[in-house]
């Protein structure tokens, strides 16, 4: 049996509430579940609940990224049944209606190695026919998701999508503050350059197409990469911190721009969950390429360092390196960028001599990928 096409069914014990006939029983809910794997990641999906993506689990360490999902039936007889949701994994979800602690089955229209698509009438009991396509290419850590849904309701209707990603945060809930690490990339309002801005738990507009957690006891970077052409101004992300179970939880999200909807009209957006094993620190991600940026001060002549890494594998092909002032002044260089493979970093290095002096930002442009702007560090040449 190829192993992206097993067909798990997730044992659950009975709880009953009480010996007394009549009482409610309390039951939990059997989800079967799909599994995607390949050589760094298994992904397990619900059919019966919509489609969510329930787990992704890192193979190396089997560590669970996500704060699984966990449902009750509350059974009053043969006819009455009420099932709800701790509303945790992976979903998306809508501001006009909260989906997060519903099930539907959905209907498994395609699955091959690498990928399933999901459909279903009336998702949600909204007037909205769902389809959903997941992908788990080989050798990769990206987990690509694309929603469309087609709209049969009232003309003039505004929908605003929304996808949420509870992380699991572990024991104790004290100690929550020293283990996640989250980044949201803003707009600077001095400069033209961006900002990392770390602990911000609030909404955020973003300047960029992603949102990242660094988990350092696990030794990975976990974000959320949105397709730019599905941003548009009035999309916003999400992060706060929570707990339930005496667990903690990390939440991210997006949620995109509201849009209004006639009747038959398709709206469609893309994403990827993009796993960085080994990588401890983040900057900037430029198409799936993580990176960050380090300055080597111990001995003259300074040196830059930038470390990359790939979330799916990338061709051989020259990289440019950038460094601009704030008054104009620009120096560039070239470098030779061997293939790069998910859960390797590569380190280039660039010796800082004969610069002006002046505070310098690096950006630059990896082929196939595009140009990308480190917001840290700032590079102070005196």
């Known amino acids: 049996m190829k192993n992206l096409k097993k067909l798990l069914c997730c044992a659950a014990a009975v709880i009953t509430t009480s010996a007394v006939a009549g009482e409610p ?39 669970n990224i996500l704060y699984p999902r966990h449902s009750l039936c509350t059974n009053y007889g043969t006819l009455l049944k009420n099932v709800k949701g701790n509303a945790f994994g992976s979903a998306d979800t809508f501001l006009q209606r909260d989906l997060r602690s ?22 949600g009991g909204m007037p909205i026919t769902m389809t959903r396509t ?18 049969h309701g ?40 961006d900002k990392l801005y770390r602990w911000k738990q609030r909404t955020v507009v973003p300047s960029d197409n992603f949102m990242a957690v660094i988990i350092p006891p696990q030794d990975l970077t976990f974000a959320l990469i949105v397709d730019p052409d599905s941003l548009q101004q009035g999309s916003k992300f999400y992060t706060l911190s929570g707990g339930y179970n005496k667990k903690w939880y990390w939440w991210m999200a997006f949620m995109l721009a509201p849009q209004k909807m006639d009747p038959e009209s398709v709206r469609k957006y893309s994403f990827a969950a993009a796993v960085y094993p080994g990588l401890k620190n983040l900057h ?14 111990r001995s003259q002549p300074w040196r830059l360092g930038l470390v990359m890494m790939a979330a799916t594998p990338t061709e051989q092909c020259t990289i440019q390196l950038r ?29 800082l001599s004969g610069f002006p002096a002046g505070k310098y930002h690096i950006s630059g442009s990896i082929p196939g990928k595009g140009d990308f702007t480190l917001p840290e560090p700032v590079i102070d040449i005196k």
């Open 323 to 351: 460094m601009t002032s704030k008054d104009g002044k620009s120096f560039e260089k070239n470098f030779d960028l061997p293939q790069l493979s998910p859960g390797k970093m590569h380190n280039v290095t660039w010796t």
């Open 284 to 297: 900037e991600i430029c198409g799936d390429i993580g990176m960050y940026a380090y300055v080597t001060k």
């Open 102 to 123: 519903m099930d539907q089955k959905m209907n498994v229209e395609q699955i091959d190695d690498n990928t399933v698509v999901f459909s279903v009438k009336n998702y």
């Open 154 to 193: 009232k003309g003039g209707s505004e929908i605003t999508p929304r996808w949420d990603f509870f992380l699991n945060g572990g024991d104790p809930l004290p100690k929550r503050s020293n283990l996640f690490i989250p980044l949201v990339r803003l707009q600077s309002l001095d400069s033209k350059y």
């Open 25 to 63: 029983e309390i039951q939990e809910v059997k989800y079967q579940k799909l599994i995607l794997q390949n050589e760094f990641l298994t992904v397990e999906l619900l059919p019966e609940s919509m489609g969510r993506i329930d787990q992704i689990t890192l193979k190396k360490n089997n560590y």
């Open 134 to 151: 997941i992908t788990l290419a080989p050798n990769s850590t990206l987990v690509k998701t694309e929603s469309q849904f087609q709209w």
